[in-house]
């Protein structure tokens, strides 16, 4: 091995550049490819060479909006910023005094590593830091958050903190891998939070990433049965194959006397909600159970007039969820190696990294009808769409 800086082992078998490809944001919709020097990894951390990079939704909101980032103590604009975080890559190297993982391991990661010292990351919701943004005025000692508060992985080399990564097996491919952190956001909403017993419900309304690996999600936990609610047939037809035992379009049937049909009157135990709009949220207040749960997983644009009264009255809990707390990445991951739900399925559109713009086209638009489109920096899927 070599050493490139103090501390910083690497290894001639993984030769680092000095500057690496990267998009950087602008003003608002405006990206633009450059080159930044290769950051190096300090204690505690590794530097990860990205192959893959899904896009989220939240990157979307990121470069139009610039919220929910909050990069050098505001918006992101015009920051030298690199968004992006649902990454996996390679182990290039490790920090100083790191042992726990040894170059050339693939990994995902999270994208939160909190603060480590405030009330919350001490109870594990690193993901609710309260230092988020804030960071004691140090990165290096407070809460950063790939792609939100620190740089993010449209490019090709990114360091992340020991705690955020997650072993990728030989079995699973790059593309699948970017998948874990979309997965452990539902599992997440579920478990840590929503204490999901099996055999109980669970309706999920909106057929997005999050929604349909939330389908699948609680059917590998046992609920049932799982109901998914939706406007697209095609994307509900995902969603049975992911495990969901009944679909509703809500085009053609009413998704609250569906539920309440399955539930013998009752209504669901658990109301995922990822649409993100007032019908959506008010159609959860109406189908979920008294002392049920309804789970909050979209960021709406917009304030919304909620049934007040309906929650207070059937003691409703209500919850809203940021990210992938508690490790829960780590379980999604188990399941997803052992395919207890084929996360694959949601993945619909590969493009090489020079080519991000289109990526972001087609999530935002969703052009063919995309779901989860993965950017690749490398490997025999990037080299093909480098060449078409």
């Given at each position: ?83 992006g975080h649902e990454y996996m ?43 988020y943004g804030q960071n004691y ?180 809990y209500l919850y809203g969820i ?67």
């Amino acid at each position: 091995m070599s050493t490139s800086s103090p501390g910083v082992r690497t290894s001639p078998e993984m030769p680092i550049p000095e500057r690496m490809k990267a998009w950087v944001l602008g003003g608002p919709d405006e990206l633009f490819q450059t080159t930044k020097p290769v950051p190096m990894p300090g204690r505690a951390e590794v530097l990860v060479r990205i192959d893959a990079v899904a896009i989220c939704a939240t990157d979307l909101e990121i470069i139009h909006y610039g919220s929910p980032a909050k990069f050098q103590g505001g918006l992101p604009f015009h920051k030298n910023f690199t968004p992006g975080h649902e990454y996996m890559g390679t182990v290039a190297a490790l920090g100083p005094g790191v042992d726990e993982y040894r170059i050339g391991e693939r990994v995902t990661v999270e994208i939160h590593a909190g603060c480590g010292q405030c009330k919350r990351c001490r109870q594990g919701m690193y993901t609710a830091c309260l230092n988020y943004g804030q960071n004691y005025g140090d990165v290096d000692k407070g809460h950063r958050a790939n792609g939100f508060t620190t740089d993010g992985g449209f490019c090709e080399y990114q360091v992340n903190n020991i705690n955020t990564l997650v072993r990728v097996p030989d079995s699973m491919t790059d593309e699948e891998a970017t998948l874990v952190v979309t997965a452990g956001t539902s599992m997440y909403g579920l478990t840590e939070l929503g204490g999901l017993v099996a055999g109980e419900s669970v309706v999920v309304i909106g057929p997005g990433p999050i929604g349909l690996l939330a389908a699948g999600v609680a059917k590998a936990l046992g609920a049932t049965p799982v109901v998914l609610v939706g406007t697209r047939d095609g994307r509900l037809e995902i969603g049975r194959k992911l495990g969901a035992d009944r679909v509703v379009n809500v085009k053609n049937e009413d998704a609250v006397a569906v539920v309440k049909e399955l539930t013998r009157g009752l209504g669901a135990d658990y109301v995922i909600e990822c649409a993100g709009t007032q019908d959506a949220i008010n159609m959860a207040t109406a189908m979920v159970n008294r002392g049920g749960k309804i789970c909050l997983a979209a960021f709406p644009h917009d304030p919304v007039t909620v049934d007040l009264p309906q929650i207070v009255r059937n003691n409703v809990y209500l919850y809203g969820i940021r990210g992938e707390g508690r490790s829960a990445t780590h379980r999604a991951m188990a399941f997803m190696a052992e395919r207890r739900f084929d996360a694959r399925l949601v993945h619909t559109h590969s493009f090489h990294l020079d080519d991000l713009p289109e990526a972001l086209r087609h999530a935002r638009d969703r052009v063919d009808d995309a779901i989860k489109v993965v950017v690749k920096t490398r490997g025999a899927a990037a080299q093909r769409l480098a060449a078409e």
